[in-house]
T-cell receptor
Framework: DGGITQSPKYLFRKEGQNVTLSCEQN?????MYWYRQDPGQGLRLIYY???????QKGDIAEGYSVSREKKESFPLTVTSAQKNPTAFYLC??????????????FGEGSWLTVV | GDSVTQMEGPVTLSEEAFLTINCTYT??????LFWYVQYPGEGLQLLLK?????DKGSNKGFEATYRKETTSFHLEKGSVQVSDSAVYFC?????????????FGSGTQLTVLP
């Protein structure tokens, strides 16, 4: 089935550790995104990428890093510089163009908890 | 800039009640409009969309009409079920050729009681 796969579903991080969340899509989409969602809150954009080997900071990029070496993959690293990383992380993808109705598709999300 | 304003929740209804969740937007271009649904502990699923004025999106008994004159895209369902309990997000996309194209509302929590 076509879609977006995020892993792991649940992840625990110790203080001072870096952790990486995986996101893979087989929809042949050019653009990929990472969002953070805190309990009871909306979505905030961390990073996005429109093309391989290029990515841009979103609204809350501090303490996070990404790479886009392949079209299908857009991993997110939560670094030790992120002081409050406990949250639900959502990966998404879409086509990019000027035609109307570009739908953004989401993965199932990853829960990160600091222990 | 572009923005989406949703009716604040939480919203609690009895089963078979009528649902309306208000959504209004401001946009510099000609947006497409979306409703997403998020069930507990899951990602966002596309519920319905409309790409131009007066279009009506519909799915699973939910409907929303793209009203350019009132810049609104209100979500409605005639008879809600317990299984509709979720968070609903209104969103707009400006198809400008840039990947930075999506703007979300803050979400509305819906709880349906049996």
């Amino acid at each position: 089935d076509g879609g977006i796969t995020q892993s792991p579903k649940y992840l625990f991080r110790k203080e001072g550790q870096n952790v990486t969340l995986s996101c893979e899509q087989n929809l042949n989409h050019d653009a990929m995104y990472w969002y953070r969602q805190d309990p009871g809150q909306g979505l905030r954009l961390i990073y996005y990428s429109q093309i391989v080997n290029d990515f841009q900071k979103g609204d809350i990029a501090e303490g996070y890093s990404v790479s886009r070496e392949k079209k299908e993959s857009f991993p997110l690293t939560v670094t030790s510089a992120q002081k409050n990383p406990t949250a639900f992380y959502l990966c998404a993808s879409s086509i990019v163009g000027r035609a109307s109705g570009n739908t953004i598709y989401f993965g199932e999300g990853s829960w990160l908890t600091v222990v | 800039g572009d923005s989406v304003t949703q009716m604040e929740g939480p919203v609690t209804l009895s089963e078979e009640a009528f649902l309306t969740i208000n959504c209004t937007y401001t946009a510099t271009g000609y947006p497409s409009l979306f409703w997403y649904v998020q069930y507990p502990g899951e990602g966002l699923q596309l519920l319905l969309k409309a790409t131009k004025a007066d279009d009506k999106g519909s799915n699973k008994g939910f409907e929303a009409t793209y009203r350019k004159e009132t810049t609104s895209f209100h979500l409605e369902k005639g008879s809600v079920q317990v299984s509709d309990s979720a968070v609903y997000f209104c969103a707009l996309v400006i198809s400008s050729g840039s990947a930075r194209q999506l703007t979300f509302g803050s979400g509305t929590q819906l709880t349906v009681l049996p």
